[in-house]
């Protein structure tokens, strides 16, 4: 019954939707009447919507993509540095075990009746039934011999030094310098110093004088002898004054002297380094001859004798100076052993955090000067400060390594040879010829280079402009030029 009821009202509903369309036709009429403004409203709507659905949807996948690659990222860090910690530990045993001395094992070959061999040990042999015959293994280790006779471990055989007191800056100042400078350097007592030819020191070399210097002997001890530095020695490489006032026993002022205060304001920096010195000198006005002074002074003790940790100048010895002080009359070679005594303080081998700022070139020069080396020509007639060089030292650097090491043979006497002052100026003379020729010969090198070019370009001109007379000029112009 119920079901038949169902059906009833479903057919009457039916003939009433179908006689009665006004329902439909209300609905048909509010779409036609809303304005076109609105409907497009309404797409905008959905699209924005649409859109803004899309965008979420790909930031969200997008952070989901970082997360994971961040945590491979870090996860492929962790096992990098992993390794990296388990291949160093493994680098250290094996290091540890290589550097331990081995025990060399003595075996012996046993020649039986029957003619078969067999190595056993040392020591389950007795020695007539057995013929012996010796190994041994030997285990190489790159020591170098400090002072004390320690061995310090070190990775290369000649270690190379680290150092603060280069003489670049004063090699760099001194070939340019103008006759009255000349003459004020000679007035100082410095006039040996303009031959000076020294722009560096071979760092092997350098390592190993530096660490055999005994600053309580004030000697150079090596296997071959002990080279004494002392005024004599000073005086004979650098040709500085040996006598004079001694700087001990000069007054301290507490302030710097006037003229003194007024060379100083000159450099704004709290700590004054070599290149500004020399930047100073090569810029120098003639007109005050003070500062030119004073500007060379300070380069070379800075250089020469000492310099702060840093390579700086030590300013403390301005304050024993005054505008009319006379550089001449100080016993600077007296000052310069005076300082070597504490060159060394704080100084380490083979640590390349600390830096030799003592005189290297001295120690350099008396070393190469006194030590004999056979097959190497050294002519110690002429002073040393003009006859060795930046390449000569690096020669004399390779050729004792090749046979073997520094202070293999024995010393020169002292005092046995006499320089020649005529025969060093000559060869000074002969160095300079030689560097002008060098430069010379690069310079025609680039003119030849240049007159290939620009030939080629007036060619190509020429052949497109025949008549043009300003070409023509430059022909002619080119041919007086050139030939």
Known sequence: MEGMMEAMESV???KNSKTNPTKKMTTAKKVRDTPVLEKRKN?????????CEEKFYQTVT???RWKTLRKEIKARAIRT????VQEEVQNSQRWREDSKPKKNVKRKLIISADGDSQMTADTALPKQDAIAVKKTKKVKHDRVETRSGKHAKTTHKWPKLKTRSSPMQLFKCIKPLTRNQQEDVNRMGFGKMLSFNISGIPLKIAHYVVDHFNPEEMAIEMPCGSIDVDVESVHDLLGIPKKG???????TYSKLDVAVEAWRKRYRKRFVAPTNLARSILTSDEANSFHFRLDFLMLFLTVMVECNKNGRMKEWILKTFTGDTDFSKIN????LIQQIKSCKDGWKSCDPESPFSGPLTLLALLYVDRVKCTGFPVDRTIYPIVFWNKYELKKRERFEIKRGGFGGEDLHEVGVVRRDPRKTELHANDEVLSNEIALIEK???VMEAKRVTVEKKLEVVFNAHPDNEQVKKL?????KIVY
């Open 62 to 64: 997008w952070t989901l």
């Open 81 to 84: 540095s992993r390794q990296h």
């Open 12 to 14: 009457v509903t039916a």
């Open 245 to 251: 006032i001694d700087m001990q026993n000069v007054r």
């Open 443 to 445: 310079h025609l090198d």
């Open 43 to 51: 797409r905008q709507q959905i699209f924005k919507e649409a859109h």
């Open 475 to 479: 022909i002619q112009r080119f041919e």
């Open 332 to 335: 600077w070679c007296a000052y």
